[in-house]
C-alpha cells in the first residue's frame, strides 16, 4: 500500500474501440500533473499557476493541455455522500473554469478503495455519485489509484483461498464500476488506470474503457529508478494503440536530481515507448535546459506519432541499448542509451532497421540532419547520455 510520501502514481485509460470507448487518448495524453513537485501541499493556486505556465512557456501550444489536481484536495463526505473539497481547494468548479478558460482541460484523483494513498476519502461506495459531480465540475481526466482497495484485495484472497484470481477479479470490477460510471454522465472524462501493473492491466484495461494504465510501480527523480522503469517495458508494444496506452508514470524532467543527460534519456525513452507525457514539475521555475527537453518539436513528434505505434528495444549489450518505433511514412525513430558511468560509443546498424540502402538521419537532440547515412551509425555518448534519430528513406 502506496504512502503519502512514497506516493506518485498515475492513472490511464483504454478501450476497444478505434480511439477507445470514450473517443479519447488517439494519441498520447500530454499534460501536468501536481504530484511529482507538490505532492500533498498543492493548493488551488499552485495549480493556476501551473496553467497559466503552460500557456506562457508554450508548452501549451506544444501539446501539454491537461492539467492534473493528484490527491489530497479532497475533505469530507457530508450526511447525503456528497464529497467536499478541502480549504485549499475552495471552488473545484471555479478551478476548472479557470483551466478551460486558458485553452487546458481539467483532470482530478480518486481511488476505488475508501481512502487515497494520502489517507483522503476514496470513491468506494460513492462511484456513481463521484463521477456525476466530476463532470458537474467540467473535469476532462481521471487518475483512479488503487492505494486502500490493496485491503480489500487482501481480503477477498483471505476469503476466498481456493480461488487464484479472486482479489484480480474484484479489482476489476472496481474499475470497471468507475470506467461504466464516468460513461454514464455523457461527458468525455479520459480514464487513467493508477495500479502498478499489478496483474497485467495492458491485457484487460481496453475492456474496461480505461485511455492509459500504469505498467510500473511510482518513478522518482533518480537515474536508477527511472531507467529500472523504463527499460522495463521492453516486450509491451504490442499492448498500446490509439485509445490505450502503457503508462511508466510521470516525467521527472525539472525536479532537480538528475543531470540534463539523464533527463534526456528519460524524455527520449520515454517517446519511444509512446508514454502519456505528464511533466511533473514546478512550471514557474524551469531552466532553458528544462524548456529545450520538454518542448523539443522532434521528440513530441515521435511521441505523438500518428501511426500510434510503441517503440521497443532493438538489442541490448551490458549497458548499451538500442530501441526503435515505426513512425508514420515510412521513418524509424531510434534510442542509442548508454548506461554506462563511462563514455561509450552506441550504434544501430540501418539495415536492421529497414534501411538497407541507407536513409537520411535527423538528430533530435542537437536539432540538426545529418544527412544521408548507409550502414553502421555510431554516436559517443557520455555517461548515462542518449541520442535520438529519426530515420527517413
Not at 501539454?64 to 473545484?92: C, I, K
Amino acid at each position: 500500500m502506496r504512502t503519502l510520501a512514497s506516493f506518485s502514481c498515475a492513472l490511464l485509460l483504454c478501450s476497444v474501440s478505434a480511439f477507445g470507448q470514450n473517443g479519447l487518448a488517439a494519441k498520447p495524453p500530454m499534460g501536468w500533473n501536481s504530484w511529482n513537485h507538490f505532492a500533498g501541499h498543492v493548493t488551488d493556486a499552485d495549480v493556476r499557476s501551473a496553467a497559466d505556465e503552460l500557456v506562457s512557456t508554450g508548452m501549451r501550444d506544444a501539446g501539454y493541455v491537461y492539467v492534473n489536481v493528484d490527491d489530497t484536495w479532497q475533505g469530507e463526505r457530508d450526511a447525503q455522500g456528497v464529497l467536499h473539497t478541502n480549504s485549499r481547494f475552495p471552488d473545484m468548479k471555479a478551478l476548472g473554469d479557470y483551466i478551460h478558460s486558458k485553452g487546458l482541460k481539467f483532470g482530478i484523483y480518486s481511488s476505488p478503495g475508501a481512502k487515497t494513498c494520502g489517507g483522503y476519502a476514496g470513491s468506494l461506495g460513492h462511484e456513481a455519485q463521484d463521477a456525476k459531480m466530476y463532470a458537474s465540475w467540467g473535469v476532462d481526466f481521471l487518475k483512479y489509484d488503487l492505494c486502500s482497495f490493496q485491503d480489500n484485495m487482501n481480503q477477498a484472497k483471505a476469503e476466498h483461498p481456493n480461488d487464484p484470481n479472486a482479489a484480480k477479479d474484484l479489482m476489476i470490477a472496481a474499475y470497471r464500476k468507475m470506467g461504466d460510471a464516468l460513461k454514464a454522465t455523457g461527458r468525455p472524462i479520459l480514464y487513467s488506470l493508477c495500479q502498478y501493473g499489478v496483474d497485467q492491466p495492458w491485457k484487460w484495461g481496453p475492456g474496461l474503457g480505461a485511455n492509459m494504465w500504469r505498467t510500473t510501480d511510482d518513478i522518482d527523480d533518480s537515474y536508477g529508478r527511472m531507467i529500472a522503469i523504463g527499460f522495463s517495458q521492453a516486450g509491451l508494444s504490442k499492448y498500446a494503440a490509439p485509445g490505450h496506452w502503457n503508462d511508466p508514470d510521470m516525467l521527472e524532467v525539472g525536479n532537480g536530481k538528475m543531470t540534463e543527460d539523464e533527463y534526456k534519456t528519460h524524455m527520449s525513452l520515454w517517446v519511444i515507448l509512446a508514454a502519456p507525457l505528464l511533466a511533473g514539475n514546478d512550471l514557474s521555475k524551469m531552466s532553458d535546459s528544462d524548456k529545450s527537453i520538454l518542448m523539443n518539436k522532434d521528440a513530441i513528434a515521435i511521441d505523438q506519432d500518428s501511426l500510434g505505434k510503441q517503440g521497443d528495444r532493438l538489442y541490448e549489450s551490458g549497458d548499451l541499448d538500442v530501441w526503435t518505433k515505426p513512425l508514420s511514412g515510412g521513418r524509424v525513430a531510434v534510442g542509442l542509451f548508454n548506461r554506462s558511468w563511462s563514455v561509450r560509443e552506441v550504434s544501430v546498424d540501418l539495415a536492421a532497421i529497414g534501411f538497407r540502402n541507407g536513409g537520411n538521419v535527423r538528430d533530435v537532440w542537437e536539432q540538426k540532419d545529418m544527412g544521408q547515412r548507409k550502414g553502421v551509425v555510431t554516436e559517443t555518448l557520455p555517461k548515462h547520455g542518449a541520442a535520438l534519430l529519426i530515420v527517413s528513406k
